[in-house]
């Protein structure tokens, strides 16, 4: 009895410390494709195979950001446009490479940010805006 008493409290507390971490969005799990975390790696890569780069923007101390971004990617013939037509990168708000874009634009949700194959930012907005939306936004950009 001893014992449960003394493990209950570590155990409530580990399971409440668990809750606490970001909810990082995984690319393998939903596109099928690994992310990078350098743009300027991905843009580079994305000049020698003609592809742009979408970047996915998080604060890691919110634990919603995968919520986010999988509703944007929700239907399947998004993934596949998603994974046929760009570079994925998810990185940090404070990266160096991307801070400048968001500038004081508020950072409770993650952001997308579409760069063309020069590397220039054409493109950027909030993840928040569900598979419909996702979709029709991802055919814009690949022209189907």
Sequence with gaps: ???TT?????????????QVQADTFDSRAV??????????AAVKRGKADNK??????LDDKKTS???HIKGML???ETKKLVKENFLIV????KNKSVRDFVGKEPTDRPMYLLFDTEG???QKGVTAMGGSAGNKLVKEWTGK
């Design 6 to 18: 003394f493990l209950l409290p570590i155990l409530l507390l580990i399971l409440g410390l668990s």
């Design 120 to 122: 220039k930012m054409v």
């Design 1 to 3: 009895m001893m014992k």
């Design 74 to 76: 929700e239907f399947e």
């Design 31 to 40: 596109l099928g494709i690994t992310s990078g975390v350098s743009v300027d």
């Design 90 to 93: 998810v990185t940090d708000f």
């Design 65 to 67: 950001n995968a919520f």
């Design 52 to 57: 742009r780069v979408l970047v996915f923007a």
